[in-house]
């Protein structure tokens, strides 16, 4: 089965999500680099999908992921790392996004929730107000920040195998 049909215009996916709320259907929001997908990543994603029927994804582009992570990053380019999470079960669409945050990505697909990873707090979420102010509940979900790509690469710059 294909997975490609996942990765979608921010304009396709406002008619995604319009179908699925016609049928009933739930939508939890996630988003992140995923520049190196690791478990972290996987837990992460499928702790979110548990919260609601469909899950969408937002992944940085790679000029919001150099803002935020700096030189060197992305590791690997916005359409293989968009392709890489379309092409989990857990996952039902994806987008790519430029901005800094995914605040105007909630304002407009208007989720149900607003999944984020245990680095952060219900206080810290950088989208917290604009959550608040649209009606979508935050949840922090996956397992505790042991995982990350900063730390794969680095092991990997010191020749080091699996930790």
């Given at each position: 089965?294909?997975?490609?049909?996942?990765?979608?215009?921010?304009?396709?996916?406002?008619?995604?999500?319009?179908?699925?709320?016609?049928?009933?259907?739930?939508?939890?929001?996630?988003?992140?680099?995923f520049?190196?997908?690791?478990?972290?990543?996987?837990?992460?994603?499928r702790?979110?999908?548990?919260?609601?029927?469909?899950l969408?994804?937002?992944?940085?582009?790679?000029?919001?992921?150099?803002?935020?992570?700096?030189?060197?990053?992305?590791?690997?380019?916005?359409?293989?790392?968009?392709?890489?999470?379309?092409?989990?079960?857990?996952?039902?669409?994806?987008?790519?996004?430029?901005?800094?945050?995914?605040?105007?990505?909630?304002?407009?697909l208007?989720p149900?929730?607003h999944?984020?990873g245990?680095?952060?707090?219900?206080?810290?979420?950088?989208?917290?107000?604009?959550?608040?102010?649209?009606?979508?509940?935050?949840?922090?979900?996956?397992?505790?920040?042991?995982?990350?790509t900063?730390?794969?690469?680095?092991?990997?710059?010191?020749?080091?195998?699996?930790?």
């Amino acid at each position: 089965m294909s997975y490609q049909h996942k990765i979608q215009s921010l304009d396709a996916l406002e008619t995604t999500v319009r179908q699925w709320r016609q049928t009933g259907r739930s939508v939890v929001f996630a988003n992140g680099v995923f520049d190196l997908l690791h478990v972290g990543h996987v837990r992460y994603l499928r702790a979110a999908r548990a919260l609601g029927d469909r899950l969408i994804v937002a992944v940085n582009s790679d000029a919001s992921t150099r803002a935020l992570k700096g030189p060197g990053r992305p590791v690997l380019p916005q359409a293989a790392r968009a392709e890489l999470v379309a092409a989990l079960q857990t996952v039902s669409a994806v987008v790519i996004f430029d901005a800094p945050t995914a605040g105007g990505l909630l304002r407009r697909l208007r989720p149900d929730v607003h999944a984020k990873g245990t680095d952060y707090t219900e206080a810290s979420v950088p989208e917290r107000a604009i959550a608040d102010a649209c009606g979508i509940r935050v949840a922090i979900v996956g397992d505790p920040k042991e995982h990350s790509t900063r730390s794969l690469l680095a092991r990997i710059g010191a020749g080091l195998g699996p930790a």
